[in-house]
């Protein structure tokens, strides 16, 4: 008779027949009914109408049927609680059982229900299964306290099993041991700091002792806690290294690489002229090559984490280039990672060989991976600059073979090596425009026509190339429509005689005929900077751009160093930090690499020597500012202030310049241009602004446009700060983002501009606000519509609400924000006027305005100073008015107007300020009294604002 | 931790679902099930995420072996656990298929709830699990030598199933009731991987060999046994061998049960196996092959005036005449085009050594131009060699102590596969 019969369907009266066969008075009659109803169980039938017979069978010293009735109440209990009541006793007196194997079974079943009445009964029971005599027994009731603690942390604490389990960590028996840590462990990551698995020399000392002897499992809750300990100096880093190390060639390789992870941590620690150093990286390579002779899905969670081994310190693996060869029947997501390993490795020492390999690569089959490997190809060019050479020639060897993708790829990446090695290889612009018409993918497009434009001078027949893609302008993808706008501006820059007409074509495509913002805008830019200033624009459009960096995709280094401390966990594979992807406050504590302590001796210094090789990435932290802590939780942040108001980078991009010609006064122009594109020329011409533009080789219509921009009469508008870099692109794996805040009729708007410095396509953008002082949440979803192409940039405007979250931040007006595109999420902060929040029904009655002020105790009120401002109290009056800063009263006395201000916060909160001007005298002096005194700086930086610009 | 374990039939039917931890719903079965049939090709199946779960799965014997957790967890862990928890399985029911699961799930249930505890995982060895095991396991079919199984050759994992099982390693371990076949016997299996690149111009490029010693122990009170390997076995690069006949490995390691306290002097294993299948020793021998690759390939690739593809591939087996099955190639050998892998399948059963096969493919390709030959190859090749280790890696002797009492049996088996055997053209 076999047990498959159990899982036949149901009949209607099943449930019936199975309460009469529990109720059977012979045992293997019931042991075959609880059977069938824990089949039922699995596969997903409701018997728990069972419950009360099945209880009653629980009563037997028939383990087997014992154990069949515990697995049923364990999947039961909670939806019965009451019922499960009933099963209590019989725990109790199981836990007294003179066979251990009851004992423990009883104290593991109790803890599994999670029922609150059965906790108080089970606190007994379990005190003296924790100190009961068989280590069977006592490693489950270790286990079971952190069930105990999961359901009630308050109970497991008043009843002491805290101490208890502490106590275990010493235990004879390496089992118990090892349980013990594990639960500790647990406990202590929803109490962080409460000291509970007090790590000292001692108590290390006992964990490596149990670690040779416990079994593979237990090993790796040793290892793991081990991980968590921040030796004193390098000495017991050492010793801690060498009786880790012979874990390094144990079979299982969870237990390898919870040994990896203390050794890299405790590694850091050490001196690196220390001999030992050397050993120790010598050792860490062959058990790291042996993980990839494991089963594809090992190896790729290997790969995974020697991507990070790598990145952190190549010097490991640097001999090791050829186990990443990747091998013909590796699966498609091993055959990638080893690419990007292999890469990563390449040195001049190696590069012969890797690009022999890469060229196999690119004649296999399999698409995604041909692509690949011919991208690296091109990422080794710009790695090893002795190699570029021969990578383009292999490149142009590829391009030959006229396979479509094959060649589309090869231009997307010879448009980065001409940008890393200018004026080099030009040569083989001609082959590449040989191929110009199989290009079908607008990567490879965008590319090409990025290399026309740019070698304008170049390519005779550059107008024709580039007229050719301008038929199907409308057709195009974003990327390819933006580039070959950029393109033909750049050729009229060169060769203006002969391309005046395609200038105007492609503007008017982009300007007219387009939906897409971003092509208009960027449309309406160039022609106004030609028509405006040719000179300048051609110091924009052709101004001479940065070289690209070498690695695009290195993981940023505070990111890096959490990651190295979690190796061998999920956060490796994802490489994302555990908060990024775990549920609550569980596992949140950000770990870091502890600092290099020395032992006083004056031999950890002489790390400026060799810092020729492998020490770079270890360099690196230090040049980049602590990023570091962005990284995390937004929840729990420390940072210190952003710097918001850093120089603003020379910024790269010629998109990036445009804007920054117009500067930050005319994005309220553009904003209106942009919202009212069809108003046309109906505008009266504005000549007091229009430079003497007229011999601008371009004809009427730009003259039109640029009266548009000048005639549009613009109010006295809200104020709004220029755009900074919030996020630099090194920082965010080549996105950055810089913005601004403005107030535009009662909406809030996040005014962001995305640049895409990376070489791919940036894609699936959001955003997300961290709590903050004034709720600010965003109304809508980031609108990115199109995917951002290398080198593109779009701008977007965010609407905010004052709705979402509160939590006081400092400054008040910090503004925690992450962002997300298809590469990874990014954080960084900024700082906003809180000019922005200042809400339009903020003039107060003057009655109110009165007894408001008197009744704010005069504690509250606080006085600045602003000194050189040339306005008058009217043109103040007016300008703060634009900010919703609302003059209700003005005096004059003694020659000093005092002027009576009020301001309502989007949350309610009032500030009534009082601003004395004095003639002739540019310090002003003003007082400001609110209820929320805190709020008086951010408002006194806002008059500051408003005031001066 | 782990937060749930589950096996799902191919078809995704639940066989057994096992909560630890109470932190995640059922519903998480039937929303992998969705997630890993939705996979494509590209993707890696490893880890996958579903809002606060993570799902980690392997597949053995046409079932999806799941855990979930919550926790940062370690994936190896998770891995080495679910590969643990098949082998338990096959040791305990015998072989690993839907139904020898479905039969006994009591028996699985019960293994689990020892294996793992809130999530914690307590131990895998068969020894200690012996002692709380109470259920007995259901054998599908009483043991037969004809019972041909989906498992490979001595239960390896081959890349050809065609080949004939031995199913004397695929019956439960323990079996009080009645000795059905239940002989004393153990079986040492020496396993040998290779994987070898060969350019185009016929040179060795790339020549690793991953072995390994299994040993599985039906013997129910064997106290040691003592392996003795080849006695020139050296270990590492530095060490020079001399004079020829050493065997070399660059790597090694043990399982934790073996004592190598005579290793060093003699070359000798001792181990006290337990009941079940484990592997003693793990070895690893990276491009210095102490022969020469066992086949060799001739291509020449040519387009003919008609403008098709010709591709002439000469086979040769360098493996010394007598090293394997004498019977001559026989006619049987099948050749197909298979357009999706864009592949031609050359199918030989049987190649003797020192023998040399040849074949000549005309294909029509359009557009074929001289450029297009570049894109031709490279040629992989699978096969196995029974009786034959790449290493030279023997087993001198195998003894047991105490002598067993009664009839006992041990087999020591040699095999080598291919991992992935590439020749470039």
Known sequence: MTDSKYFTTTKKGEIFELKAELNSDKKEKKKEAVKKVIASMTVGKDVSALFPDVVNCMQTDNLELKKLVYLYLMNYAKSQPDMAIMAVNTFVKDCEDPNPLIRALAVRTMGCIRVDKITEYLCEPLRKCLKDEDPYVRKTAAVCVAKLHDINAQLVEDQGFLDTLKDLISDSNPMVVANAVAALSEIAESHPNSNLLDLNPQSINKLLTALNECTEWGQIFILDCLANYTPRDDRESQSICERVTPRLSHANSAVVLSAVKVLMKFMEMLPKDLDYYGTLLKKLAPPLVTLLSAEPELQYVALRNINLIVQKRPEILKHEMKVFFVKYNDPIYVKLEKLDIMIRLASQANIAQVLAELKEYATEVDVDFVRKAVRAIGRCAIKVEQSAERCVSTLLDLIQTKVNYVVQEAIVVIKDIFRKYPNKYESVIATLCENLDSLDEPEARAAMIWIVGEYAERIDNADELLESFLEGFHDESTQVQLQLLTAIVKLFLKKPTETQELVQQVLSLATQDSDNPDLRDRGYIYWRLLSTDPVAAKEVVLAEKPLISEETDLIEPTLLEELICHIGTLASVYHKPPSAFVEGSRGVMHKRLPARTGSGEGTECPDVGNAAGGSAPEAAPSIIPSQGDLLGDLLNLDLAPPTTTGPTPSTSGMQMGGMDLLGGGLESLLFNMVSHPKMGAGFGAAPAVMPASLNAPVGGGLGDLFDLGGGVGMPMGAYIPPKTVWLPAMKAKGLEISGTFARRAGVIQMELVLTNKAMSVMTDFAIQFNRNSFGLAPAGPLQVLTPLGPNQTIEVSLPLSTVGPVMKMDPLNNLQVAVKNNIDVFYFSCQYPISMLFVEDGKMERQVFLATWKDIPNDNESQFQIQDCHLNSEAASNKLQGSNIFTIAKRTVEGQDMLYMSIKLSNGIWVLAELKVQAGNPNYTISLKCRAPEVSQCVFQCYEAVLKN | ?425
């Open chain 2, 1 to 425: 931790m782990i937060s749930q374990v589950f096996i799902l039939s191919s078809k995704g039917d639940h066989l057994i679902y096992k909560d630890f931890r109470g932190e995640a719903g059922k519903d998480a079965v039937n929303k992998f099930y969705e997630m890993v049939t939705a996979l494509t090709g590209g993707q890696p199946p490893v880890v996958m995420k579903h809002k606060e779960l993570h799902f980690v799965h392997i597949r053995q014997g046409g079932l999806y072996w799941v855990a979930t957790t919550k926790a940062d967890a370690s994936p190896f862990t998770i891995i080495e656990f679910l590969n643990r928890l098949t082998a338990l399985v096959k040791d305990y029911c015998g072989c690993l298929s839907e139904k020898s699961v479905q039969m006994n799930f009591a028996l699985i249930y019960e293994l689990l709830d020892e294996v793992v505890d809130f999530g914690y995982i307590q131990t895998t060895s068969t020894d200690i699990l012996k002692n709380f095991i109470q259920t007995e396991a259901v054998s599908s079919k009483p043991f037969s030598l004809f019972d041909l199984s989906n498992v490979g050759l001595f239960g390896a994992d081959t890349q050809q199933n065609k080949v004939a099982p031995s199913a004397a390693a695929t019956r439960p371990i323990v079996s009080s009731q009645g000795e059905q076949g239940g002989k004393n016997e153990i079986f040492v299996d020496v396993i040998e991987r290779m994987s070898v690149v060969i350019g185009a111009n016929g040179v060795l490029m790339k020549a690793d060999i991953e072995g390994e010693i299994r040993v599985k122990c039906y013997m129910p009170s064997c106290s040691e046994m003592r392996i003795g390997l080849n006695e020139e076995f050296s270990i590492g690069k530095s060490q020079l061998s001399g004079y020829g006949a050493a065997v070399r490995v660059d790597e090694c390691s043990f399982h934790q049960a073996v004592r190598l306290d005579e290793f060093d002097t003699y070359r000798i294993l001792k181990v006290c196996p337990s009941q079940g299948e484990q592997t003693v020793m793990q070895y690893q021998l990276c491009d210095d092959l102490p022969t020469a690759p066992p086949f060799r390939l001739f291509p020449s690739i040519e387009r003919d005036s008609g403008g098709r593809l010709l591709m002439y591939l000469k086979l040769r087996c360098d493996l010394p005449p007598k090293s394997l099955s004498q019977e001559l190639s026989s006619p049987d050998q099948s050749a197909e085009l298979q357009p999706k892998n864009k592949a031609v399948h050359w199918e030989i059963p049987r190649f003797p050594g020192g023998a040399q096969l040849s074949a000549l493919f005309k294909l029509e390709v359009s557009g074929l131009s001289a450029a297009s030959l570049q894109e031709v190859g490279p040629v992989s090749l699978s096969f196995e060699l029974p009786k034959y280790t790449s290493t030279g890696l023997q087993i001198r002797f195998l003894r047991l102590s105490p002598i067993q009492p009664g009839p006992s049996q041990r087999w020591v088996r040699y095999v080598t596969h291919s991992d992935s055997y590439t020749i470039r053209i």
